[in-house]
């Protein structure tokens, strides 16, 4: 029996055939547990692959290449670094005014 939709429609949610049968079977295998967890059997229920199949067809699941999630934390933590810097040069820069400050005062004001 063939599962529809066909492997052809779902490969416009991947990019190829192998991440398509690692997203069915991660998703049937949550599918499953959360069955099993629930302790309720219906042998008249749709199968975990084919519930993990439609919902990918529908574009309730998808996927994140780990390389995609190193690239945006490089990118988070360059942000962080940069303001970071920021907040440094607006410290020192805080205290280079605070200083012109008090040199710019008479001197019988700095004394009190």
């Known amino acids: 029996m063939m599962i529809k939709p066909g492997i ?3 490969s416009r949610y991947v990019d190829s055939r192998y991440t398509l ?9 949550m599918i ?3 069955q099993n967890r629930a302790e309720v059997y219906d042998a008249k229920a749709e ?5 993990a199949v439609n ?4 574009g309730k699941v998808g996927y994140v ?6 690239r945006v934390k490089e990118l988070e933590e360059e942000k962080a670094a940069a303001i970071i810097s920021l907040n440094e040069s607006d410290v020192k820069s805080l205290d280079e005014l605070v ?12 004394a009190e």
Request: overall charge neutral; aromatic content about 0%; charged content about 45%.
């Open 32 to 34: 499953s547990d959360e």
């Open 99 to 110: 200083r012109e400050a008090h040199s710019e005062q008479p001197k019988e004001e700095q």
């Open 65 to 70: 290449r780990s390389e995609t999630i190193r």
């Open 8 to 10: 052809t429609e779902l």
């Open 21 to 29: 049968v690692t997203m069915v079977a991660k998703r049937a295998r």
């Open 47 to 51: 199968k975990s692959v084919t519930i």
């Open 55 to 58: 919902e990918i067809a529908k």
